[in-house]
């Protein structure tokens, strides 16, 4: 808690493995940390620390930089027009007062173009206000889409992403980073999160391959709903993959030719267990083993308390449930049950080291920690739950 921006709660936290893996001892690893650092007003940005894991799985956190660096805002410069009007649909935004704007769009279309057209519209002070709220949506979505760039001479702990656009106004909410391999490689690190503007909600997509230039967007189809969207660290048969919530309650596949448009979401787990009767929802991105997909999973059950679930899924078709604890893997003890959201450990994302989970986790919102789970007990349990 150095900085304001983290004064209220510093939780949430989503852990990847680092692209620079050089000058490290036998059984390290050099990892990125993401956290959810909420301050005044309730208003929520990403930060990042960095570490090491030893051969031990204790974990050195790297100093933190004294300062922070503000990145700089580029605007996407063309839209799809066909993608745009969809997008306006989902979200409800009436077409008799879009048609008039979109209608004389080109194809292709600049950002400073259709701000400017709806500008001169909004002048007139005649329009109704569902006019005016339809053509104020227009400019939302436009500003949306984005990219950022930090300085180079900053430090990974003076990178912050604050909310941006109007979609994100109060604030960017639990970010599942994740390291994408394609082909065997991996130089992309894919994140999810909730855009929030204290009236609704909007699932966007990150993506860096350095962690100074970040390119984000909003996430389209029938299945880019509600929160709790996590991508798949890899294609499965040739297609991008999805966790979601779209309901608010259960567990959803989708597959996608696109990592950015979502739709035919499938149903492939409900709450269980007195413990998760409440929903159930992902904790960050599946992780891959010879085994299965390991999910990690989180339930609320009575009295809100949130605790931490484990799932194994078929690795060539994650529709398949392996197997499931019965019991929570993590349940907030005694002293961890008070803080900025009490009854609560929440993670966003996991990774294995030296044939161990590595589990940061939330506690009560407040602070962050985490956990080591041994892989062989882990899944000989998930396996023996079936």
């Keep these: 808690m150095e900085y304001a921006i983290e004064s209220a709660a510093f939780f949430n936290p989503s852990m990847m493995e680092d692209f620079d893996q050089s000058f490290l001892g036998k059984q390290e690893k050099r990892v990125i940390i993401s956290f959810r650092a909420t301050g005044e007003g309730h208003i929520s940005s990403v930060v990042f620390r960095r570490g090491i894991l030893d051969k031990n799985n204790d974990l050195q956190m790297m100093k933190i930089g004294a300062n922070i660096d503000k990145a700089e805002i580029v605007h996407k410069s063309l839209f799809d027009k066909n993608r745009f009007v969809k997008k306006l649909a989902e979200m409800n935004t009436p077409d008799k007062y879009t048609a008039m704007i979109l209608q004389d769009m080109p194809e292709k279309f600049g950002y400073e173009i259709i701000k400017n057209a709806i500008n001169k519209v909004l002048d007139d002070e005649s329009i109704s206000h569902d006019q005016r709220r339809a053509l104020e949506e227009i400019i939302w979505l436009a500003d949306s889409f984005y990219d950022i760039q930090f300085k180079h001479d900053s430090d990974i702990t003076e990178r912050v992403i604050f909310p941006i656009s109007d979609s994100e106004s109060r604030g960017i909410e639990d970010a599942r980073f994740v390291r994408f391999f394609d082909d065997g490689t991996s ?53 991008y993959a999805m966790l979601s919530r779209i309901d608010g309650v259960n567990n959803y596949l989708m597959y996608s030719d696109r990592p950015t448009e979502w739709n035919n979401p499938m149903l492939i787990q409900q709450p269980r267990y007195p413990w998760e009767f409440t929903q159930i929802g992902n904790c960050g991105s599946p992780i891959w083993t010879a085994e299965g997909w390991l999910i990690i999973t989180h339930g609320v059950g009575a009295m809100r308390r949130y605790c931490l679930g484990a799932s194994l899924f078929d690795l060539d078709d994650p529709s398949k449930e392996i197997g499931r604890l019965d019991e929570p893997l993590l349940a907030p003890l005694e002293d961890e049950r008070e803080g900025y959201v009490p009854n609560v450990v929440y993670s966003c994302g996991s990774i294995i080291h030296n044939n161990n989970l590595i589990l940061p986790y939330a506690v009560s919102d407040y602070s962050s920690t985490y956990g080591v789970v041994d892989m062989v007990e882990l899944l000989d349990a998930l396996k023996k739950s079936k």
């Design 187 to 239: 130089h992309k690190i894919f994140g999810t999160y909730t855009a929030y503007n204290g009236h609704v909600i909007m699932p966007k997509l990150i993506s860096t391959e350095d962690f100074y230039s970040f390119h984000i967007m909003p996430l389209y189809g029938e299945g880019a709903k509600n929160k709790n969207l996590a991508m798949f660290p890899r294609k499965i048969k040739g297609k």
